[in-house]
Each structure stands twice: as structure tokens, then as C-alpha cells.
């Protein structure tokens, strides 16, 4: 795969994808390195005419009045790596990891950072050559991540672990291997390692990519119940969507339809109702809203992803720094937890659309969508476990930005809980997979009980698909494993693929 040219300018969603998840190999601009030395040089020139700048020759947080001399430079900047060494378990993916590194190179080749090139250099090689430090998950309150990434900083100076060819090694090791040397520390390069918001992002990033993944995979199996339904598909239609205007429930309900493009819905029925419940009326105006909150995300994420989020920001053209704000990410955090909202909204009508399908006054079918009523249970309690997970969805959606003490001897009194609010996002949406898991054992079962009428262009595959792993429940048995095996279905990709094989078709 050709190296992606990182600028810090020009870094997408995508591009961050593939070095992320398809180790895309990546090369550092040299305009973008170029600029990097010069605001480095800004640094070496304030150090000798002795300005006082925050991260160089004075203390950070609370430290920010202790003056140490330039000959202290690597100790110090050892010294605050090893300081801020100080998060804990679990730890990060590696898929975080990477994309922790890949953002912080391409935020500090925005030129405002004062980061040495040699620094900078690591970071690429890490990447490329499969370097992947033990970063513990939390200890972050958002405000640049310093008690998370310090442990990627500690791995550049030869300490701490990392993972290497499949293994759990000492730093040095990997480093040796390679035939690489660790860093030697100059002015600032302490401070550059780990104030970023990059592992908070890296979190984003997944949740952006899961969470488009997600949306298809519900859409999709909303459409299936709809057919399990015998439903409605006038709420569907382009122009009435139109009329309101929104761009996530129109592009949701333009999804839908093609995905039911030939499905007997399309047939006149006078069993089927004038209205269907809301949790279905409305399905692609729900799927809407959690896409217009994604789409506020990726706004938001692939600004900060492409500038600089340093304090110092160092200004090379002028040669000159001015203290910064840049490290907030509340605008990030909020939208984040916007989509948590919406997510939750996607889990509490996931739970009525199973209920639905449960009851006979809505499908005609049998109640709880048994083969044989009195002789089989079928999926009587079942509600009990999506509505448990739905609860702990409610929960994880409470937003947690706004819960922060002033800390550093009450001088950083504001913070964005980013990590914490991406974490839960995380959560959020593994609950999901397993809601959708069951409505997907529902949604199909009814549609059998139909008798397996003319599905949709992609709900048919989808169907065919689902059925190869979970078969038709003629009889009462161990429901965890059909639960399970409908999880792994959709964590796993197989339905997204079966989707995405079906739409292009």
C-alpha cells in the first residue's frame, strides 16, 4: 500500500482508518518537517535569551513559576515523562494506540509544537515498523491526555513495554531489534509527548468507524422487521422525508428503501395497518438522528485531527509563543455525547420493536413468535436481556463531561472527560450489537412464520445470510447461544458484508 504523506494539514477519517486498521505505511511531509525544526529553533532561541516558556526552561501545571536551567533540559523533560507515568488498567487496543500515534505526529506537524524531528521520526517508525506501546486506558481527563500518553513517551526513551511481532516486550528490545536508538530528550519534547488530545481522538475514531458500521447493520435489520411486521412503507417515501428536511432521516429512509427495493410490503395488504407504532413509523427518522450526530462528530474530530492542540503554541513565522487554549475539547466531547444520546434513542426503540414483534395485536402472528403455541415457550423472557442492556445503555449515555474537579492546585479547573465520553460510546454501541442481535433472531423468525414472503433487494441476503448461522426456532433451547452466535454475526462483519455485497448488486 502507498505510504500516506502526513502534513498536518490533510489528514482524513479515512486516510486515519487505514493506517489504523490496514497498517497503510506513513511518511512525514518534508515542508511539514521542515516547519516542525523551525519552531524548534524558535525554542532553542528563547532558551538562550532566556524567556520564560512554559514547558522549556519553567515547570508545568502547578509548577509553572519553578525557573530550571537549560542544562537540566533532558533530565527535566525525563523527569515529567516518568511524573506523568500514572494511569491505569485496562489497556488500550492496539487499533487505539496507532491511531494515538498517527494523530499526535500529524498535530505536531502543524509546526506549533517545538517537538524534535528526531521525536517526530520515532513516531513513524513505530507505526510502520509495528511498534505499539502498553498505554493504560484510563487516568485522562481530557484536558491533553498526560497521564496516558506519557506511557508512549516512556517506550521513545527505551522504559516501559510495548507490543512487537505479537509479543509483550521491554521497549528496548523492540528498539534494538529494529537497530533503533531511544530519544534523547531536548527542550519541550516532554511536554510535546503528552499534552495532545490524541488518545481521547483515537477513541473517537473508533467510535466514528464503528458507529457508521452499526447504523447500516440496524437500518438493515430494522428493514427485516419491518417485513416480520407486515409494515407500512409510506414513512419511508422520498418526498414526504423531503418535506421535512432533516438529512439524516432522509438519507436513512433512502437507504431503507433500496434495501426493500421488491419487497412484498410493496403489495397492497388490508390486514396491514393504517399506522404502524412509532418505534417503527418512525425507525429511519431515529436512524437519522444518530447520523446527524455522527456527522457533527467527524465534523469536529477531523478539525481537531489536522491543528495543533499545544500550550505552548509556538508561532514560527514570528518566532515567538503565546500560552494556548487549544488543548479543549469540549466542543468534541459534547458531540460525543450527543451521539451517546441518540444511540440510547436507537436502544430504547430497538426494545419496543421487539415487543412488537412479540405481540400478536401488531404482527398477527403468534405471541412470542412461537412454532407451535402452549408447546413451545419460544421468546417469552428474552425481553428480560434486552432490557437490561438497554438500562445499562440509558446509564452510559449520562454525560459525564461536565464531571471534573479543579485540579494542579486548583489552576486546571476545567476539563472535557473526552476519553471517559468515548469510552462509554465504546460500550454503548457493544450493547447494541447484541440488541440488535436478538431483534435480528426476531425479525427473522417472524418473517418464517410469514412463510418466507418476497423479501427485499438486501434483506433477503441478509435473511439467507442470518440463517446460515442461527437456524428457525421450532423448539424451546438454550437461547444465550443463539444470543451469542447473532452477536458474532454482526461483531464479527458478516452482516455488514452481506449488506454491502447485496447493496452494489
Known amino acids: 500500500m502507498e505510504a500516506l504523506i502526513l502534513d498536518g494539514r490533510h489528514l482524513t477519517l479515512e486516510t486515519l482508518h487505514q493506517v489504523v486498521y490496514d497498517r497503510r505505511p506513513v511518511e512525514i511531509d518534508p515542508e511539514a518537517l521542515d516547519l516542525a525544526r523551525k519552531a524548534r529553533q524558535v525554542l532553542f532561541d528563547m532558551a538562550a535569551e532566556g524567556h520564560p516558556v512554559y514547558g522549556l526552561n519553567r515547570g508545568v501545571g502547578w509548577n509553572k513559576d519553578k525557573e530550571f536551567d537549560p542544562d537540566f533540559f533532558e533530565q527535566y523533560n525525563r523527569n515529567l515523562i516518568n511524573s506523568h507515568s500514572l494511569s491505569v488498567k485496562p489497556f488500550c487496543t492496539v487499533e487505539e494506540v496507532r491511531a494515538m500515534m498517527c494523530i499526535r505526529l500529524n498535530t505536531a506537524l502543524c509546526g506549533s509544537t517545538g517537538i524534535s524531528a528526531e521525536i517526530l521520526t520515532l513516531y513513524k517508525e513505530f507505526l510502520n515498523r509495528g511498534i505499539h506501546p502498553r498505554v493504560l486506558r484510563r487516568g485522562s481527563i481530557g484536558e491533553g491526555d498526560i497521564s496516558t500518553l506519557s506511557l508512549i513517551g516512556q517506550t521513545m526513551i527505551g522504559e516501559g ?79 414526504v422525508n423531503a418535506l421535512r428536511g432533516l438529512p439524516g432521516q432522509q438519507t436513512v429512509a433512502a437507504d431503507c428503501r433500496r434495501y426493500l427495493e421488491g419487497s412484498y410490503l410493496s403489495r397492497p395488504d388490508p390486514k396491514r395497518a393504517l399506522q404502524d407504532p412509532l418505534s417503527f413509523r418512525c425507525g429511519s427518522a431515529i436512524g437519522g438522528t444518530v447520523l446527524d450526530a ?96 438497554d438500562a445499562e445503555n440509558r446509564m452510559l449515555a449520562n454525560p459525564s463531561s461536565m464531571d471534573f474537579m479543579a485540579v494542579a492546585g486548583n489552576i486546571e479547573d476545567h476539563a472535557s472527560n473526552l476519553p471517559l465520553a468515548a469510552s462509554k460510546v465504546l460500550q454503548i454501541l457493544d450493547n447494541l450489537r447484541y440488541m440488535m442481535g436478538i431483534e435480528l433472531i426476531h425479525a427473522a423468525q417472524a418473517v418464517d412464520l410469514r412463510g418466507r414472503p418476497a423479501l427485499g433487494r438486501v434483506t433477503g441476503p441478509v435473511f439467507d445470510a442470518f440463517r446460515k448461522e442461527v437456524p428457525f426456532l421450532d423448539a424451546d433451547r438454550n437461547l444465550s447461544i443463539d444470543i451469542e452466535k447473532a452477536y458474532r454475526f454482526i461483531a464479527d462483519g458478516r452482516l455488514d458484508a452481506a449488506i454491502r455485497q447485496a447493496d452494489t448488486h
Open 161 to 239: 513495554v510495548v507490543e512487537y511481532r505479537g509479543m509483550t516486550v521491554p521497549a528496548i528490545q523492540a528498539l534494538r531489534a529494529e537497530g533503533m536508538e531511544p530519544a534523547v530528550m531536548g527542550p519541550k519534547d516532554g511536554l510535546s509527548i503528552v499534552s495532545s488530545n490524541a488518545q481521547g481522538e483515537s477513541i473517537v475514531a473508533l467510535v466514528i468507524y464503528q458507529t457508521e458500521q452499526l447504523l447500516r447493520e440496524s437500518n438493515a435489520i430494522f428493514c427485516l422487521g419491518l417485513e416480520g411486521l407486515n409494515g407500512g412503507l409510506q414513512p419511508l417515501g422520498r418526498k
Open 294 to 389: 455522527l456527522n457533527f462528530v467527524k465534523q469536529y474530530m477531523e478539525m481537531q485531527i489536522n491543528a495543533t492542540d499545544d500550550n505552548p503554541c509556538i508561532f514560527a513565522d514570528e518566532g515567538t509563543t503565546s500560552v494556548s487554549q487549544n488543548f479543549e475539547t469540549t466542543t468534541l466531547s459534547l458531540g460525543v455525547e450527543m451521539l451517546a444520546s441518540a444511540l440510547a434513542h436507537l436502544s430504547k426503540t430497538i426494545c419496543y420493536r421487539l415487543t412488537h414483534l412479540a405481540d400478536p395485536a401488531f404482527t398477527g402472528l403468534s405471541r412470542f413468535l412461537t412454532p407451535v403455541d402452549v408447546k413451545v415457550i419460544a421468546y417469552c423472557a428474552i425481553q428480560k436481556t434486552f432490557t437490561s442492556l
